[in-house]
């Protein structure tokens, strides 16, 4: 039975103890910032929302990035405030803390931004011939490739009936 009480007040304790740690503190950060896109090259805009602020205007700050402040609005989206801001163009590479404070109350919520000199959004891969000088089988003109092919044609009827007259004693 002892041994059973113990067992009880060791696991209560355990309990107690991890919601303690687990409990956020008041005026501590809960939720979490979206930001989106997470990665933007700089004079990109970025779009951060956060469900932590419900209905209430927000006060964002990216000044860390050199964005300065900008305003989340109530959205009817899930109750998320939304806003906008744009990376200055000359913002450096780097990983940059997006923060936004719930107005009305202390809570604040942050996100991550990194800042890239490449982006990997809008790329244009290339399509067609490129120009390098060295000719291929099918080109993009058809008689070209005609006379291609006529020619070694020839060449190898040519080459053929020499190796025959030679291999007949005719000489060449």
Not at 53 to 70: H, I, Q, R
Not at 141 to 161: F, M, R, S
Request: charged residues 15%.
């Amino acid at each position: 039975m002892r041994r059973t009480a113990r067992l009880l007040t060791g696991t209560a304790l355990a309990v107690a103890v991890a919601g303690l740690a687990t409990a956020p503190a008041s005026g501590g950060e809960t939720g979490r910032l979206e930001v989106f896109p997470s990665s933007v090259v700089p004079g990109a805009d970025v779009t951060v929302n956060t469900a932590a602020c419900g209905a209430e205007t927000a006060a964002g700050d990216a000044s860390a990035v050199g964005a300065g402040t900008f305003t989340l609005a109530p959205s009817a989206h899930e109750q998320d405030a939304i806003g906008q801001f744009r990376v200055p163009p000359s913002a450096q590479p780097g990983t940059y803390e997006i923060v936004a404070r719930c107005g009305g109350s202390d809570r604040q919520v942050t996100g991550d931004l990194m800042v890239t000199l490449t982006s990997t959004r809008g790329q244009v891969l290339p399509r067609g011939h490129v120009n390098t000088g060295v000719g291929g089988a099918l080109g993009p003109d058809p008689v070209q490739t005609a006379a291609g092919v006529a020619a070694l044609a020839v060449a190898a009827a040519g080459g053929t009936w020499l190796l025959h007259r030679r291999a007949r004693g005719d000489g060449i």
